[in-house]
């Protein structure tokens, strides 16, 4: 495939203090990854240029510019960095700071103006830190929701992609308690729909989704809560049959998700954050991949956090970033 052919794909360096920069340069060692696309790092020259002595990097980085996003020549053995200059070279490694939280704001900040241009094709996202990002004024809970308000999108999920596993959620940064209360049947049936449609999109022209209850043993008929499968799923299950699509539930979880990896279903639609989180975690952190579903864009993400424990060290684990990247690649719009 030529280079102009490639799918474009911006790599936000995350927060600076995290293991982002050593999981890029590692992933990007791999020859394959130039193969499948234009791989480029939205972040700051100087921090790329320190992390190759944590992991012993012969790699080469080189500054671009947005000019050359047009028609890029990424050769494999150069790592190419739009450079924000936002970080000081000292910055402490392994520690929260506010100006590497502000800078893994604006690091996709600009991936998501490029994106909007169509100057790139997707967006595959390093860690950041939320109480980083907090402490460098920007109030979020997480990239989803960054990404969802700066493209001015309303629904949106997460789903998290492993081996065998797919989930979707219909609910994540929110208490327990707040997570029963926005639980209604038409954020249930939204969240079957993008499900859906996005898998659709990959190419499963029926898609089975299964849908967790809320309640151990999704209620049991009354036996547990409050009626909150009757109240609060059911219906949203109820209007996705009616348009033809192959959703089932509420189901319960504690059995669902063996289901699912034997090969029952395509999806899993979780309630809340630790539903979903907590069986794909299970088969490693290091094969998990997070996706924004819903959104006017692509992206991607590794399925693990800055590991501030480690970073610094050498000894992160790029499997994650590298499948973040085909994944990004496999929902990236087409160049012909």
Excluded at 89 to 106: K, M, N, R, T, Y
Excluded at 175 to 189: F, H, Q, S, T
Aim: include cysteine.
């Amino acid at each position: 495939m030529s280079q102009n052919h490639k799918s474009i794909v911006g790599i936000t360096m995350g927060d600076a203090a995290g293991v982002g920069p050593e999981i890029i340069l590692k992933s990007l060692a791999h020859e394959e990854i130039y193969d499948l696309c234009a791989p480029f790092v939205i972040g700051d020259a100087k921090i790329l240029e320190r992390a190759k002595g944590y992991v012993n990097s012969e790699l080469a980085v080189q500054t671009i510019t947005e000019e050359e996003l047009d028609n890029p020549d990424f050769q494999f053995g150069t790592v190419y960095c739009l450079d924000l200059n936002l970080i000081p070279g000292d910055l402490p490694v392994g520690e929260v700071s506010s100006i590497a939280g502000h800078a893994a704001f604006e690091y996709l900040s600009k991936a998501i103006d490029l994106a909007n241009q169509k100057r790139i094709d997707a967006i595959c996202t390093a860690p950041l830190n939320k109480e980083a990002l907090h402490k460098g004024g920007h109030k979020y809970p997480g990239h989803t929701e960054i990404l969802a308000e700066l493209t001015n999108t309303d629904e949106f999920s997460m789903m998290l992609s492993a081996p065998n596993l797919k989930v979707i959620h219909v609910t994540t940064h929110v208490g327990i308690l707040d997570a029963v209360k926005m639980i209604n049947p038409e954020r249930v049936y939204r969240v079957i729909k993008l499900a859906h449609d996005t898998l659709k999109k990959s190419g499963i022209e029926t898609p089975r989704i299964a849908v967790c209850g809320i309640n151990p043993h999704a209620g049991e008929n009354g036996l547990f809560g409050y009626g909150e499968e009757e109240e609060k799923v059911i219906p949203g299950v109820r209007k996705a049959q009616e348009e033809g699509i192959k959703a089932v539930g509420p189901l319960p979880a504690d059995t669902l998700f063996f289901r699912t990896v034997r090969g029952d279903f395509d999806i899993v639609v979780a309630m809340y954050h630790d539903q979903g989180h907590g069986p794909v975690k299970v088969l490693g952190l290091d094969a998990g991949v997070n996706i924004t579903v819903g959104l006017p864009i692509i992206r991607t993400s590794v399925d693990h956090g800055t590991a501030f424990d480690i970073a610094g060290k050498g000894i992160a684990d790029e499997k994650s970033m590298t499948e973040a990247l085909r994944q990004a690649v496999e929902l990236a719009p087409k160049r012909v």
